[in-house]
Nanobody, 122 residues
Framework: QVQLVDSGGGLVQAGGSLRLSCAAS????????MAWYRQAPEKQRDFVAR???????HYADSVKGRFTISRDNAKNTVYLQMNDLKPEDTAVYYC????????????????WGQGTQVTVSS
């Protein structure tokens, strides 16, 4: 069974950095697009960054120049390096994979990690 496991969150002061990881487990052949979203208390889940299997990336305007998304296809892992963190970045961060093909050829869609809390103090 394919699962995504988020990690790396924590408490950091404004201006600090954190690196989030999301590892896909299971017998995986390929992963298409991977992305990070975040959800602050009492707010909707918002897009943060996306990386295609080609390595192309796209960011929300609010994080451009501060966050960097990357992936290691051999490890089925996506990362989010977050620099110059601000209190408004405080949220639960979730990773997402839009399509995963297993070694047996089965395709599954729209996988989510369990979320990891990021808290930025002022």
């Amino acid at each position: 069974q394919v699962q995504l496991v988020d990690s790396g969150g924590g408490l950091v002061q404004a201006g600090g950095s954190l690196r989030l990881s999301c590892a896909a487990s299971g017998s995986i052949f390929s992963i298409n697009t991977m992305a990070w979203y975040r959800q602050a208390p009492e707010k909707q889940r918002d897009f943060v960054a996306r990386i295609w299997s080609s390595g192309s990336t796209h960011y929300a305007d609010s994080v451009k120049g501060r966050f960097t998304i990357s992936r290691d296809n051999a490890k089925n892992t996506v990362y989010l390096q977050m620099n110059d963190l601000k209190p408004e970045d405080t949220a639960v961060y979730y990773c997402n994979a839009d399509k995963i093909v297993t070694a047996s050829g089965t395709a599954g869609y729209d996988y989510w990690g369990q979320g990891t809390q990021v808290t930025v103090s002022s």
